[in-house]
Nanobody, 119 residues
Framework: QVELVESGGGLVQAGGSLRLSCAAS????????MGWYRQVPGKQRDLVAG???????NYADSEKDRFTISRDNAKNTVYLQMNSLKPEDTAVYFC?????????????WGQGTQVTVSS
């Protein structure tokens, strides 16, 4: 079982920045594929950014020039630095971990953190 706890959400004006953090339990964090997703009411949860165990990253097209995902394996934490925020970035942001136990993958989610960007 992996627990994920997000923090760092809040209210920010358009053009501002926020850094989200996700602390993960487990002794094999460095092996986890980690990601950030976001969801607005009535819509599906969409990938914002992902980072592999060896630090390779991928981003949704609309975020790749403004958001940066990173990880600190010593702290079992993944971050999402969000710059130049826009009102359309308003959503609940979820941390996700994909963990392999043997050959079987498991998905874990945090409880989400609200990000609200005012215009």
């Amino acid at each position: 079982q992996v627990e994920l706890v997000e923090s760092g959400g809040g209210l920010v004006q358009a053009g501002g920045s926020l850094r989200l953090s996700c602390a993960a339990s487990g002794r094999a964090f460095s092996d986890y594929f980690m990601g950030w997703y976001r969801q607005v009411p009535g819509k599906q949860r969409d990938l914002v950014a992902g980072i592999t165990s060896d630090g390779n990253t991928n981003y949704a097209d609309s975020e790749k020039d403004r958001f940066t995902i990173s990880r600190d394996n010593a702290k079992n934490t993944v971050y999402l630095q969000m710059n130049s925020l826009k009102p359309e970035d308003t959503a609940v942001y979820f941390c996700h971990a994909n963990v392999f136990v043997g050959s079987r993958p498991y998905d874990y989610w945090g409880q989400g953190t609200q990000v609200t960007v005012s215009s």
